[in-house]
């Protein structure tokens, strides 16, 4: 990683240490297979987590709403993965509430015939 600092070394170089260290934190995101994907028992697991949490600010009854309308079709597994994940944004990070199992669900879930934001 290279930066130029200028004057302000100090409070430059822990920036770019943490940039590192958060870059070096984040997980993989994990490989979404067919059958991962096409499994009722993780679309199910999807389904109660975004029930109780991401429907607030994703689902129908937001709109006019807080956060965009998800178009699961254009978007891969792992992007949705990350967003979940580490969020973007105003969109919170998910890593430290929900567990990977939890985290992966929700992507099975959206990217299934049964999601309907």
């Known amino acids: 990683m290279r930066t130029t600092?200028?004057?302000?070394?100090?409070?430059c170089a822990a920036a770019v240490l943490?940039?590192?260290?958060?870059l070096q934190a984040q997980e993989k995101a994990p490989v979404f297979d067919k059958a991962y994907l096409s499994s009722k028992k993780n679309?199910?697991?999807?389904r109660s987590v975004w029930e109780g949490q991401c429907r607030h600010c994703h689902g129908a009854a937001a709109y006019p709403g807080k956060?965009?309308?998800?178009?699961?079709?254009q978007l891969e597994p792992?992007?949705?993965y990350d967003r979940?994940?580490?969020?973007f944004g105003?969109?919170?990070?998910?890593?430290?509430?929900?567990s990977v199992e939890q985290r992966k669900g929700v992507v099975a879930f959206i990217k299934s015939d049964d999601f309907s934001p």
């Open 90 to 98: 105003k969109m919170p990070a998910w890593k430290d509430v929900f």
């Open 18 to 22: 943490l940039a590192a260290t958060t």
């Open 78 to 80: 792992g992007f949705i």
């Open 67 to 73: 956060a965009p309308k998800l178009n699961p079709g």
């Open 43 to 46: 679309i199910e697991l999807g």
């Open 5 to 11: 600092c200028g004057p302000l070394r100090i409070a």
């Open 84 to 87: 979940v994940t580490y969020g």
